[in-house]
C-alpha cells in the first residue's frame, strides 16, 4: 500500500520527501489491520484500543528509520543518476529497514505472546 500512495502522490507532483510521510502512514494503519488478523491472531481478544497505541508508538521507530533511510538514498544521489532513479526504491529500502524493526517491536511488546503461571512442577496455575 505504501508504494501505492507513494506513485499516486508523485504523480501529482508532490516532492519524494513529502511524499514518503502519507504513504508511510497510510502503511502504519493497513499494517495494524494485517498484524491484528494475520500475523498475531491470538491477540484478537485483547483490546485494539491499546493494541493500536502500542503499535502506532511502536511503528514510529520503524517509521522513522524507513523515513530517513528513504530520503537519504534519494538526497544523495547525483542529480544525473536522479533522473533515471525511482523514488519508489528508495521507500522500498526504506520498508525494508523499517519492516525489522516494525517486526520485532510489535512481536515482542505490542502482540507479546503471555505467558501462564506455572507452579514448581511446570503444572498451569
Do not use: K, W
Not at 505504501?2 to 502503511?27: C, E, F, K, Q, R
Not at 498484524?35 to 511503528?59: D, E, H, K, P
Amino acid at each position: 500500500m505504501n508504494l501505492g500512495v507513494l506513485t499516486l502522490l508523485l504523480a501529482v507532483g508532490i516532492s519524494p520527501p513529502l511524499a514518503y510521510l502519507p504513504a508511510i502512514g497510510v502503511s502504519i494503519v493497513s499494517n495494524f489491520v494485517l498484524n491484528r488478523i494475520l500475523t498475531f491472531r491470538y491477540a484478537l481478544g485483547r483490546s485494539i484500543g491499546g493494541q493500536f497505541v502500542g503499535f502506532l508508538c511502536a511503528s514510529m521507530i520503524g517509521a522513522s528509520a524507513q523515513y530517513l533511510t528513504a530520503c537519504s538514498i534519494v538526497n544523495h544521489i547525483p542529480s544525473f543518476i536522479y533522473r533515471d532513479f525511482h523514488p519508489q526504491l528508495a521507500a522500498l529500502a526504506g520498508i525494508l529497514v523499517g519492516f525489522v524493526f516494525n517486526f520485532l517491536i510489535n512481536r515482542h511488546f505490542v502482540f507479546r505472546v503471555e505467558r501462564r503461571a506455572t507452579d514448581s512442577a511446570g503444572e498451569i496455575l
